[in-house]
């Protein structure tokens, strides 16, 4: 006989945004029942009649206001520059007892911009699974993107542990392992895992642009593994980022800060022919990168642990 789901842990989920994010978690509430019913909405009526195409949810919607409506979840899946304006439009029909969450990569901000909207009885509770691709759009989700993946939950002061609970549950069930942490901690902590490495790549790939022309195609032509996976990296989605970089500025300009001053260092090493330098410094990276693929968040196989012709990434 075939395995039954579990009951689902939310009558009705409001997806706002059917990016690749909230493609994803269409995908993945189908898969493991983890919800009732699923409202749908965006404001590009295109992207729309795309999600409806392809099955993703029970309704559909442009208005978020009209996609909440009942809902006893609901989630941002916006760019963080959006959500305290589409918070504010959905405040009307968030009912008693609604939980809110969303899926940005930065949270100090999310929390300041969408907290004032809720109203009494509604709570928010911020949300960052550590996933995704260099895909967007309702075509790019796919049901396993969470799995085995880290998904960060930054409850406020006073937080009910009761919604804390059930949003935990939620994420779990999707497969995500979850972490807690305060909103400035985690913003920090993405900055140098995450935001950095993405400014870094989309200056190194704007760099060999400008250095196209002199090379004569030279520098696209002999692009090998690091500089082909700068590009995959630098093909992320340009408004979520440029938002990522406005709404988690203190963060990122203290890493690169710090960034700036190792990589002074390591040019002094070079131009002094230090090679007990460079060699410390190279072998632990190296040893960084053994903690990663035990800690299970990469393989290690070869090109990055994709196969060639598959699509990986990490979003934020």
Request: negative net charge; proline residues 5%; aromatic residues 6%.
């Amino acid at each position: 006989m075939p395995e039954t789901q579990p009951a689902p842990l939310f009558e009705r989920l409001a997806i706002i945004g059917i990016g690749l994010l909230g493609s994803s978690l269409a995908h993945a509430v189908r898969k493991t029942g983890a919800v009732g019913s699923l409202a749908l909405a965006d404001a590009a009526p295109d992207v729309v009649r795309q999600a409806e195409k392809l099955g993703l949810g029970d309704v559909y919607f442009t208005d978020p206001a009209e996609a909440v409506s009942g809902a006893d979840l609901v989630i941002l899946c916006v760019p963080v520059g959006a959500s305290g304006a589409v918070a504010e439009a959905i405040s009307r029909n968030l009912h008693p007892g609604t939980l809110v969450s969303d899926v940005g990569s930065v949270k100090d901000a999310v929390h300041k911009a969408v907290s004032p909207h809720m109203p009494d009885g509604v709570h928010f509770i911020g949300g960052h699974p550590v996933a995704g691709t260099e895909q967007s759009g309702p075509h790019a989700g796919f049901a396993e993107l969470f799995e085995q993946r880290w998904c960060i939950l930054t409850p406020s002061d006073g937080t009910d542990p009761h919604h804390l609970a059930r949003l935990r549950a939620f994420w779990e069930r999707l497969g995500s392992d979850v972490d807690i942490m305060d909103t400035k901690h985690h913003d920090l902590v993405l900055a140098i895992t995450s935001h950095v490495p993405h400014l870094i790549a989309y200056n190194i790939v704007g760099t060999a642009a400008d250095l196209e022309s002199i090379t004569r195609s030279e520098v696209m032509k002999f692009s090998a593994g690091g500089f082909r996976d700068f590009t995959r990296i630098a093909a992320s989605d340009p408004t979520m980022w440029r938002d990522v970089f406005l709404n988690n500025k203190d963060a990122v300009l203290e890493m690169l800060a710090r960034f700036n001053e190792d990589l002074i260092s390591l040019q002094r090493a070079i131009r002094w022919n230090d090679g007990d330098a460079l060699f410390d410094l190279f072998t632990r990276t190296r040893t960084i990168r053994r903690g990663i693929i035990e800690a299970g968040q990469e393989t290690a196989e070869p090109d990055f642990g994709r196969q060639h012709g598959a699509v990986a990434g990490d979003s934020d």
